[in-house]
């Protein structure tokens, strides 16, 4: 299954600190827990399940001790190093535990914010490029940007359903009436769409949509250029530069932990320049944006996203859905079965 091997957001960093944190992932639970020393704040994520008798290490504490941190199992104490390994048994201190007295580790690493975990390694057939890594953000790695998370966003339907709602510009007049767009200027340009090969994601250029008050502090509407990419099959990111009448520049990636077929996770990472908001009044445009598009997107069925692998697609579709035609192709292509149909 694919979807396991590519790097998915679990959590916001900030909340993985002093004590294990329980998550799941693609059904498997999962304890995150961080490493605190002088330097090292190194995060972990582990099956949540004791490799002894199976109790859940999230119930379990962070060790500090000379030997360095160590996650403590809550039944009977044994004590698991970063890699993993049993480092101690309390009942019986002189035990050395053999390499097989082990947590079962995933790969985890941080990046915008969240922590990022993969279930398994790459099969022999490589990944298509920039899934081997979790999905770059060229001005979200950018200190000259500033950088807001927000959410989490706990959604009833599958994750595809939410990218698409991302990429698609004709709801904005509706769906963001006075916000976003505007009924009576609901025409919009999907740009050119430029499908990768061998599985890579899309880059849509020059889309266009008309904006009521296209950043704050603008008094009139105007048409504004969007740029989008799809680097992995359940993150995009929509970007907007500054021009000659707008001072803002802003790059937002949606990223999203599938929770299963029907039920996903979102954040949303915002990167801006030049606007004068501050962070939390972003986040509380982002969350009323937000929860505009949340019930007519848990609206939709089927909540998995029709691609046309196990049934033919039965949606039509008209000339302003381009960037979502090729989202379902570019699904297709890799091979993505969740959240989808
Ligand atoms: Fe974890 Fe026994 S179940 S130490
Ligand atoms: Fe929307």
């Known amino acids: 299954m694919i979807e396991q091997q590519l790097w998915h957001p679990v959590i916001a960093s900030h909340q993985v600190r002093e004590a294990p944190v329980a998550c799941a992932l693609l059904g498997q639970p999962l304890v995150l827990w961080r490493e605190q020393g002088h330097d090292e704040h190194r995060v972990h994520?582990?099956?949540?399940?004791?490799?002894?008798?199976?109790?859940?290490?999230?119930?379990?504490?962070?060790?500090?001790?000379?030997?360095?941190?160590?996650?403590?199992?809550?039944?009977?104490?044994?004590?698991?190093?970063?890699?993993?390994?049993?480092?101690?048994?309390?009942?019986?201190?002189d035990f050395v535990p053999p390499p097989a007295h082990c947590a079962n580790v995933f790969e985890a690493q941080e990046r915008h914010g969240l922590v990022w975990v993969r279930l398994r390694p790459p099969a022999a057939q490589p990944l298509a490029a920039g899934l081997s890594e979790p999905p770059a953000f060229a001005p979200g790695d950018d200190p000259a940007w500033r950088t807001v998370l927000c959410g989490p966003?706990?959604?009833?339907?599958?994750a595809p359903r939410l990218v698409e709602n991302f990429l698609d510009l004709s709801h904005f007049g509706f769906v963001h009436e006075g916000w976003l767009g505007e009924r009576g200027h609901a025409q919009v340009q999907t740009g050119t769409?430029?499908?990768?090969?061998?599985?890579?994601?899309?880059?849509?250029?020059?889309?266009?949509?008309?904006?009521?008050r296209a950043y704050a502090g603008a008094d009139e509407g105007a048409w504004i250029a969007y740029r989008y990419e799809v680097p992995h099959p359940f993150a995009a990111v929509l970007r907007k530069d500054a021009t000659a009448g707008d001072p803002v520049s802003n790059a937002i990636a949606l990223v999203i932990r599938p929770d299963g077929h029907e039920l996903c996770t979102a954040w949303f990472v915002m990167a801006t320049q030049g606007d004068t908001s501050t962070d939390q009044e972003l986040i509380a445009f982002q969350d009323a944006v937000f929860?505009?598009?949340?019930?007519?997107?848990?609206?939709?069925?089927?909540?998995?996203?029709?691609?046309?692998?196990?049934?033919?697609?039965?949606?039509?579709?008209?000339?302003a859905d381009r960037v979502s035609s090729a989202y379902r192709r570019y699904l297709n292509r890799l091979g993505i079965a969740l959240g989808t149909c």
């Open 153 to 158: 966003y706990e959604l009833n339907t599958s």
């Open 193 to 212: 769409v430029e499908e990768g090969v061998d599985g890579a994601g899309l880059v849509v250029r020059d889309a266009r949509a008309w904006q009521p």
């Open 45 to 93: 994520a582990w099956a949540d399940q004791c490799p002894h008798r199976g109790a859940r290490l999230s119930l379990g504490r962070v060790l500090i001790g000379l030997h360095g941190a160590r996650l403590e199992c809550p039944y009977h104490g044994w004590q698991f190093g970063g890699a993993g390994r049993c480092q101690h048994v309390p009942a019986a201190p």
């Open 291 to 319: 929860a505009q598009d949340r019930p007519v997107v848990e609206s939709q069925t089927p909540r998995a996203l029709p691609i046309g692998r196990s049934a033919p697609v039965t949606e039509v579709h008209g000339p």
